[in-house]
């Protein structure tokens, strides 16, 4: 099994910062994609920023030079700094983990339970 679990949602004011982090643990041979998903009261789900292991790193442009993701391959964490924050990134934001159990599994995905971001006035 593994687990995922998020951590550094809260209040924030416009134009503040914020710092999630997620890490995953458990039955964990290798990490393949990490990422930062977003669902707006009455909206759908929608990527934030997606790391692979190796690669190119993908943003919503509507988070382009305001949110930046990393990630630590040691610990199986990424994070996701978010500067200048405004009213619709007011979200319950989700970390995504694709990854292997062992050397020959498929790559799963799992999913932690989410943290909130309020930006307000």
């Known amino acids: 099994q593994v687990q995922v679990v998020e951590s550094g949602g809260g209040l924030v004011q416009v134009g503040g910062s914020l710092r999630l982090s997620c890490a995953a643990s458990?039955?964990?041979?290798?990490?393949?994609?990490m990422g930062w998903y977003r669902q707006a009261p009455g909206k759908e789900r929608e990527l934030v920023a997606v790391?692979?292991?190796?690669?190119?790193?993908k943003y919503a442009d509507s988070v382009k030079g305001r949110f930046s993701i990393s990630r630590d391959n040691a610990k199986n964490t990424v994070y996701l700094q978010m500067n200048s924050l405004k009213f619709e990134d007011t979200a319950v934001y989700y970390c995504?983990?694709?990854?292997?159990?062992?050397?020959?599994?498929?790559?799963?995905?799992?999913w932690g339970q989410g943290t909130q971001v309020t930006v307000s006035s």
């Open positions: 995504n983990v694709v990854c292997r159990a062992f050397e020959s599994s498929p790559a799963f995905s799992h």
């Open positions: 458990g039955s964990i041979f290798s990490v393949d994609d």
């Open positions: 790391l692979p292991k190796s690669g190119w790193t």
